[in-house]
């Protein structure tokens, strides 16, 4: 049983990775055409196994993989997050500014870098909010995010990183 289920979660991931899905319907067709029969109950229970998301791009909506870097067409620039658009700091809360329905991804990502930095997330469908430690520098904040946020994003906001 446990290899069928991976065999499947494998195809599951191969075909988000290389095609534009944009439903569960899609994805059980391609599936089937590669003689995987699953349910839509099973179906949903992988998409959510893999961490997919569902994203708006230029051509509607599109499932992704949360944790793998964005495939080709969705994002492009010098990060897998470049669908950021800035990041501000206030206190102990950093707002990030994403496109429409790429916030509860980069959500995800900030949460599973478990830093002592970050003490949890709330995403909405453009906005991210991460409540940091309040013991933490705005130079040690600054080098966290760096490090999954787009250059020119960090670049644009380092003034508010200077402690």
């Not at 230029?58 to 499932?63: E, L, P």
């Not at 930095?117 to 453009?126: M, N, S, W, Y």
């Amino acid at each position: 049983m446990m290899k069928k289920r991976n065999s499947r979660l494998s195809a599951i991931a191969d075909i988000l990775t290389h095609n534009k899905i944009g439903s569960q319907e899609e994805l059980s067709q391609l599936l089937l055409e590669r003689g995987v029969e699953v349910t839509q109950a099973t179906l949903s229970r992988d998409l959510k196994t893999l961490k997919t998301i569902k994203v708006t791009t230029d051509d509607g909506y599109r499932y992704i993989i949360a944790n793998d870097t964005l495939p080709s067409g969705v994002a492009t620039g010098d990060s897998r997050h470049a669908t950021t658009l800035s990041i501000a700091i206030s206190g102990n809360l950093v707002v990030i500014k994403t496109r429409n329905g790429y916030a509860s991804g980069l959500a995800y990502d900030i949460d599973m870098m478990d830093s002592p930095h970050v003490l949890g997330t709330i995403p909405g469908a453009d906005t991210v909010i991460a409540v940091v430690n309040e013991k933490s520098t705005r130079a040690e904040l600054y080098l966290l995010f760096s490090a999954i946020l787009p250059q020119t994003v960090m670049e644009a906001a380092k003034h508010q990183f200077i402690d």
